[in-house]
């Protein structure tokens, strides 16, 4: 069987069209859906919407020496470093200055305090002599 | 005396048959193509040396030939007649592929799917010769110009003409260089092959990486039937797109395709013993196969100076041509033509976009018209 004969006893003309369509149609909705791809990728790309975000401010935790001039050992504790800074013999105007200088606590009542616990012994003068 | 008389009655000079000859001429002209003229050497030598060693003649029984159950060449032939080879191609190709190009421009989609009408007329004129549907489907495909798709429809459809298809289909694509110019000027104008596209968009990588899985899911939902082609095509472009298995992508797209590439040669070609050949279908199946291709590239051309009956950016109609599956050749050729008229009009990346497509278009052909048929 040949010519036309042979394509319409074959279904060829069905066969020929319809595959031709399908393709055109596959290959025309891949073309559309790829088009359409670049937006999809910048919507997932999207940043996130803006928050307002509260911060909560962290209270620093200043470290505050206690208020007990009454106390020796601490107020040895307080003033080893002020005395370390110092000369081994010093004057105690200086203790004061640098007891003002790093804002410790009732500076008069605490010098006073270590002077009772016999911590600073006086050489005469003013001048002391710190006995830890 | 005998022994010798017997030795001599079992070489090849004694056991020659003119067909025999005559292919080992066809398969030394192959050979001066590929080497020569560099013609597609990567098809043409594998296949031309194939076709001489195919047509050694040989005292048949002796599991020599290719034709023959236990013969060395048989087993390597049944990558070819099951269908594997194509599919390991195809696994390279992928991993070969660019599609940033095609996901610029997706319009130039459409020109990969005109270009495959080549493959439905050639099935009309395959079945008015009198071919029967699965012949006639196996011929048309050679349209699409993509060797790999085309043996794979044939050896389901029709494994007896899985040697002349093929050759015909590569043959064409290697003569793409002679075949396509003429076409492309007598369909285009001075102006229209002037016509510069524009500058494409960059693409995201996460458009690229996202393509293979969506391209793959589309064409396999309306095509099943493509699976065994475009699913590695598309494995093998996610392997080289993701990034992360670079030494996987490297392997397909070097060793892996070389390999397929060189068995796939070989025995094609060997399979064209003269005896079985030579004959009248042979050769109406390279007409047909000159007249597929030529449609398909006309095609191709034609659709886009339709589509620029409507576009406001219009489309250089030479890209059409491209739209066949013959990667790269076709791109190379659209290319080429371009630059003859316009040296600073650059045009493959545009025409490699319609070349991926057309590989896609001819793979989904080859499904559909596998599916209308396998009843």
């Keep these: 069987m040949f010519g036309l004969e042979a394509i319409a006893h074959n279904n060829g003309w069905t066969i020929a069209v319809t595959g031709a369509g399908i393709v055109f149609t596959g290959l025309a909705t891949l073309s559309f859906v790829i088009s359409q791809l670049h937006k999809v990728v910048s919507l997932l790309d999207r940043p996130p919407k803006a928050t307002v975000e509260v911060v909560i401010e962290e209270k620093i935790a200043i470290w505050e020496p206690p208020d007990c001039p009454n106390d020796a050992d601490l107020a040895v504790k307080l003033y080893q470093p002020l005395i370390d800074e110092l000369p081994p013999e010093f004057d105690l105007a200086d203790l004061y200055i640098l007891a003002k200088k790093y804002h410790l606590p009732h500076p008069h009542l605490s010098i006073r305090c270590l002077q009772d616990a016999g911590k600073l012994k006086s050489l005469g003068e003013g001048i002391f002599r710190f006995h830890a | ?375």
């Design chain 2, 1 to 375: 005396m005998d022994l010798i008389l017997q030795f001599l009655h079992n070489t090849g000079f004694f056991l020659a048959d003119y067909r025999n000859l005559i292919m080992i001429v066809i398969g030394s002209f192959f050979v001066y193509l590929a080497i020569h003229k560099n013609y597609e050497p990567l098809l043409l030598l594998p296949i031309g040396f194939g076709v001489i060693l195919g047509n050694i003649p040989f005292f048949k029984g002796f599991g020599i030939g290719i034709y023959e159950a236990n013969s060395v060449l048989h087993y390597l032939y049944f990558g070819v007649t099951s269908g594997v080879y194509p599919s390991i191609i195809f696994l390279g190709l992928g991993a070969m592929t660019d599609f940033s190009f095609l996901l610029a421009n997706p319009k130039l989609m459409l020109l990969g799917a005109a270009a495959q009408m080549g493959i439905f007329f050639t099935y009309l004129c395959a079945l008015a010769l009198g071919f029967t549907a699965p012949e006639a489907s196996s011929i048309g495909i050679i349209g699409g110009a993509d060797g790999p798709t085309s043996i794979f429809l044939t050896a389901k459809l029709a494994p007896h003409l899985i040697g002349p298809i093929a050759i015909a289909a590569y043959s064409y694509m290697a003569l793409i260089p002679i075949i396509q110019p003429p076409i492309m000027l007598l369909l285009t104008s001075k102006e229209e092959r002037l016509i510069r596209m524009p500058n494409m968009r960059e693409v995201s990588r996460k458009e690229i990486i996202i393509f293979p899985v969506v391209g793959m899911v589309l064409c396999t939902f309306l095509a099943p039937a493509s699976i065994p082609l475009l699913g590695p095509f598309f494995f093998g472009n996610i392997l080289k797109e993701s990034g992360v298995v670079d030494r996987l992508a490297n392997t397909a797209r070097t060793a892996i395709i070389d390999t397929a590439t060189i068995l796939v040669g070989l025995t094609v070609g060997a399979s064209t013993q003269g005896d079985v050949f030579l004959n009248a279908k042979s050769v109406g199946i390279f007409l047909l196969g000159a007249v597929a291709f030529s449609i398909a590239t006309a095609s191709g051309i034609l659709f886009a100076k339709f589509m620029n009956l409507f576009l406001k950016n219009k489309i250089n109609p030479l890209l059409g041509a491209a739209g066949v599956s013959a990667v790269p050749g076709s791109a190379r050729e659209v290319h080429m033509m371009g630059q003859r008229e316009d040296r600073t009009n650059f045009l493959l990346m545009h025409a490699v976009a319609c070349n991926s497509s057309g590989v896609i278009g001819s793979a989904v052909c080859a499904g559909i018209l596998w599916s209308f048929l396998i009843g």
